[in-house]
């Protein structure tokens, strides 16, 4: 079975930084775009930060040159480094995985940002 795993979520004042890191395993993983979503109290679930498996990188307006994703194909994961944080960052953050053809999605558990002084 897929696993997506993420970690690094936590309590952060504005201003700050923080790192999101999501390890899968069982999937052929240069195969997926990797991407990470988010979603707030009351609010969608959106799409934060993508990357394909060519390593090409999409991003929401509201965090664009804040938020930088990267993935390291060999340790099958992929990361969010997030700087600059705002209070609307507040929300799960969780990872996916999709095929191309989208015939395949995965689901990671989710991890909590907060950013509160």
């Known amino acids: 079975q897929v696993q997506l795993v993420e970690s690094g979520g936590g309590l952060v004042q504005p201003g700050g930084s923080l790192r999101l890191s999501c390890a899968a395993s069982?999937?052929?993983?240069?195969?997926?775009?990797m991407a990470w979503y988010r979603q707030a109290p009351g609010k969608q679930r959106e799409l934060v930060a993508s990357?394909?498996?060519?390593?090409?990188?999409n991003y929401a307006d509201s965090v664009k040159g804040r938020f930088t994703i990267s993935r390291d194909n060999a340790k099958k994961s992929v990361d969010l480094q997030m700087t600059n944080l705002l209070p609307e960052d507040t929300a799960v953050y969780y990872c996916?995985?999709?095929?191309?053809?989208?015939?395949?999605?995965?689901w990671g558990q989710g991890t909590q940002v907060t950013v509160s002084s």
């Open positions: 996916n995985a999709e095929t191309l053809n989208r015939a395949l999605n995965y």
């Open positions: 069982r999937i052929i993983f240069n195969f997926y775009t």
């Open positions: 990357i394909t498996g060519g390593a090409t990188t």
